[in-house]
Structure formats: structure tokens, C-alpha cells
């Protein structure tokens, strides 16, 4: 009952910034953590980096310093702020929430990905 649209992906040169983000809709309880993950031709899924509903971030190694998570609550959207890009960064970047119910049924939802490549 919740549907996650992420947008901003596309190509850029190495060093350059991109901005995705991600927008849930549908019938809302409550949002807890939020993030971002990202799989590579050939390449198992990499967690990118979380926010839980206090604004707590955690980040993997490969994108710390370079990359920000961040949510408008407002808008029940997540950001991911993507500075310094690196070649190894290309992949399908997809957006998950951990959601709350009404009736207290905690899931995990997952968008269908947006393409981000990283190339000179």
C-alpha cells in the first residue's frame, strides 16, 4: 500500500554531483528509516546509506564524506545528495522505507530503482 518513485539519475562526469530522490505515496502511517541501495552490472546490492525518524545517518565506507542522506517528512521523501562521483559509483540506485500501519504491521517497501553512471 505504499509506492516508492525514485528520480534524479543520469549521467555525469567523474567529480560531478547528482541529486536523487524519492517520494512515497499511498497509504502512510508512519515512515521509519529510509534509505538507499545500489547494485552494479554483475555486482551484489550494496547498502548506500540509511536515516532513521530521528535523522540518525549511517553511510557504507565507499561514500562516506561524499554522499548525504537526508528526508522532508513534509513530503515523505529521501534525498541522496551524491558529490565527488567516482566511475565505481555507477549503478541502479533504488530507495526502500521501513513503514509503519495503522494497525501497527511494520514492512519494508522498495522503489524500482533510478540509473546514476559516472563516466568521462
Known amino acids: 500500500q505504499v509506492q516508492l518513485v525514485e528520480s534524479g539519475g543520469g549521467l555525469v562526469q567523474p567529480g560531478g554531483s547528482l541529486r536523487l530522490s524519492c517520494a512515497a505515496s499511498?497509504?502512510?502511517?508512519?515512515?521509519?528509516?529510509m534509505g538507499w541501495y545500489r547494485q552494479a552490472p554483475g555486482i551484489q546490492r550494496e547498502l548506500v546509506a540509511t536515516i532513521n525518524s530521528g535523522g540518525a545517518t549511517n553511510y557504507a565506507d565507499s561514500v562516506k564524506g561524499r554522499f548525504t542522506i537526508s528526508r522532508d517528512n513534509a513530503k515523505n521523501t529521501v534525498y541522496l545528495q551524491m558529490n565527488s562521483l567516482k566511475p565505481e559509483d555507477t549503478a541502479v540506485y533504488s530507495c526502500y522505507v521501513d513503514h509503519l500501519s495503522r494497525i501497527g504491521v511494520r514492512r519494508d517497501y522498495w522503489g524500482q530503482g533510478t540509473q546514476v553512471t559516472v563516466s568521462s
Open positions: 499511498g497509504s502512510i502511517f508512519r515512515l521509519r528509516t
